[in-house]
């Protein structure tokens, strides 16, 4: 099991940034591959980043060049650092975690708001 808590999100600018990070239970968290998903209302969550257990990432192409996503396994914490932020990067944030063999996001985080005014 994993139990994952997000932060961080709020109420910002366009052109601002924001850092969420994603604190997750568990010892084996280093074996999970980590995503960032978004919904915004009435849309489908969509996949933000996704980041490996050796650091290897994937960007939807939305948001290549503006966020960065990262971890820490010793703190097992995840983060996606988003600069240059839009008024369409409004949604919740989903952290979520997955096993690197697996193909599903298995656990899920509550999200966190992010909400960019223009």
């Known amino acids: 099991q994993v139990q994952l808590v997000e932060s961080g999100g709020g109420l910002v600018q366009a052109g601002g940034s924001l850092r969420l990070s994603c604190a997750a239970s568990g010892r084996t968290f280093s074996r999970y591959v980590m995503g960032w998903f978004r919904q915004a209302p009435g849309k489908e969550r969509d996949l933000v980043a996704t980041i490996t257990w050796s650091g290897g990432r994937t960007y939807a192409d939305s948001v290549k060049g503006r966020f960065t996503i990262s971890r820490d396994n010793a703190k097992n914490t995840v983060y996606l650092q988003m600069n240059s932020l839009k008024p369409e990067d409004s949604a919740v944030y989903y952290c979520?975690?997955?096993?690197?063999?697996?193909?599903?996001?298995?656990?899920w985080g509550q999200g966190t708001q992010v909400t960019v005014s223009s």
């Open positions: 979520a975690a997955r096993m690197a063999s697996g193909v599903t996001y298995d656990y």
